[in-house]
T-cell receptor, first 116, second 113 residues
Framework: GAVVSQHPSRVICKSGTSVKIECRSLDFQATTMFWYRQFPKQSLMLMATSNEGSKATYEQGVEKDKFLINHASLTLSTLTVTSAHPEDSSFYIC????????????FGPGTRLTVL | AQKITQTQPGMFVQEKEAVTLDCTYDTSDQSYGLFWYKQPSSGEMIFLIYQGSYDEQNATEGRYSLNFQKARKSANLVISASQLGDSAMYFCAMEDSSYKLIFGSGTRLLVRP
């Protein structure tokens, strides 16, 4: 149990285009999902907390108009990088919590975004 | 503010030996959770083990155990009988009061044959 999928695993796009990344909890429902960003050889940095049926909560310094998050169902959250630029190139990874007593977050396999 | 510190950027261990990865944390919360994740070169984050702040016993999961010393605010991961497949980045993380995970900088473990 506790499987999280992410799609696509890799995406290359031109500067100025928008890219949508999907995060799905496959065998459980997740009222809360999280989006992280990881630069090479660095740790994960939380970008935002995605809440089903309500607006996402963004961390300080993260542009909410650039990184649009939609959590329309209990099994799907999407992150859209709008008007992508080369500096947005990174590894984006989502997680979902079972909501049990430990609140363990289970991660998707990640999406590597390259903006040319 | 909460903080996780991993002071070992890289570690080597001989296959079949045990290794300890250090993690210290700082928090003013009375209730918190501590986690260890493994990140192989593929990038996925694999959950290894969890320790609750009120758990009196050290957590164990197969070859993984967590040496939890609350007074010293440390939560070291012990991997016994290392295998080549254990080579990866290991991240210690703490859940804060708003259920967010705060990660340490990670330790890269290399298992030598």
């Amino acid at each position: 149990g506790a499987v999280v999928s992410q799609h696509p695993s890799r995406v290359i796009c031109k500067s100025g285009t928008s890219v949508k990344i999907e995060c799905r909890s496959l065998d459980f429902q997740a009222t809360t999902m999280f989006w992280y960003r990881q630069f090479p050889k660095q740790s994960l940095m939380l970008m935002a907390t995605s809440n089903e049926g309500s607006k996402a909560t963004y961390e300080q310094g993260v542009e909410k108009d650039k990184f649009l998050i939609n959590h329309a169902s209990l099994t799907l959250s999407t992150l859209t990088v709008t008007s992508a630029h080369p500096e947005d190139s990174s590894f984006y990874i989502c997680s979902a919590s079972l909501g049990d007593s430990t609140d363990t977050q289970y991660f998707g396999p990640g999406t590597r975004l390259t903006v040319l | 503010a909460q903080k996780i510190t991993q002071t070992q950027p890289g570690m080597f261990v001989q296959e079949k030996e045990a290794v300890t990865l250090d993690c210290t944390y700082d928090t003013s919360d009375q209730s918190y959770g501590l986690f260890w994740y493994k990140q192989p070169s593929s990038g996925e984050m694999i959950f290894l083990i969890y320790q609750g702040s009120y758990d009196e016993q050290n957590a164990t999961e197969g070859r993984y155990s967590l040496n939890f010393q609350k007074a010293r605010k440390s939560a070291n991961l012990v991997i016994s009988a290392s295998q080549l497949g254990d080579s990866a980045m290991y991240f210690c993380a703490m859940e804060d009061s708003s259920y967010k995970l705060i990660f340490g900088s990670g330790t890269r473990l290399l298992v030598r044959p």
